[in-house]
């Protein structure tokens, strides 16, 4: 096949990924969503493993990697026609009023709730550096270590995945025309909007440490496989 979307989940992602395949199987686009046993650890750190995974079942096609929370809500033709060899969301965040005159007046972030893997050698190289840098214990999430990667890598060429598939932040004022959202099925719980964006952020600067410390019972069991 040209190309695939791809993905991976826990048992306790069961049935946000169960979602998901079948808001797939609705658009009739093919994919792939591999099942991995949890771990005590956050396990974001294991997406570049699954990319290459992939590379090696599907060695000639194009892979679109998403999380299993985001959601599709129109055919995704042209998601995969992107220049070069990985389609990437980097995005800037001004932080110069942070009150620290040290500080950089900008924060670069880079985003790995979509992203667009042509079968090159480059894409490949790429993958292995992101697995590097989420192996380092100097990096406490596959975010951070992409950033890293994307700059460490000179050989690869870049393209800006299309706004319309890089997962915006679904809110009630996210426009009709974007295609692939995001709805953070750890945060289901917490109120909506921006008090939700206030107690997430909150979260990441204070209380995560790498570890996700709340047991969370099986939803139940599937074999998207």
């Not at 974001?44 to 992939?54: D, F, G």
């Not at 995969?80 to 924060?107: E, L």
């Not at 974007?178 to 990441?204: C, M, P, Y």
Request: proline residues 6%; aromatic residues 12%.
């Amino acid at each position: 096949m040209d190309w695939l979307v791809i993905g991976w989940y826990t048992p306790d992602y069961g049935e946000p990924a169960n979602k998901f395949a079948e808001n797939l199987l609705k658009y009739k686009i093919a994919f792939r969503l591999y099942p991995v046993p949890k771990q005590k650890e956050w396990g974001t750190q294991r997406k570049p493993e699954i990319v290459l995974k992939a590379m090696k079942d599907y060695p000639q096609s194009t892979l679109i990697l998403m999380d299993v929370d985001c959601i599709i809500r129109g055919p995704l033709e042209g998601i995969q026609n992107f220049i070069g060899d990985v389609s990437i969301n980097i995005s800037g965040t001004d932080i110069s009023n942070k009150g620290k005159i040290w500080r950089r007046p900008i924060q670069i972030v880079a985003s790995s709730r979509v992203i667009g893997f042509k079968p090159t050698r480059e894409a490949r190289k790429f993958v292995n550096r992101w697995k590097e840098f989420c192996s380092s214990s100097h990096y406490s999430g596959d975010e951070t270590a992409l950033a890293w990667a994307y700059l460490a890598s000179p050989g690869a060429q870049f393209s800006y995945i299309n706004p319309i598939y890089s997962g915006t932040e679904l809110f009630k004022t996210t426009p009709d025309d974007i295609l692939v959202v995001h709805s953070s099925a750890r945060n289901k719980f917490l109120l909506n909007g921006s008090i939700k964006e206030w107690f997430k952020g909150i979260e990441r600067k204070y209380l995560r440490s790498g570890k996700s410390k709340k047991l969370k019972k099986p939803l139940y069991k599937i074999a998207i496989e």
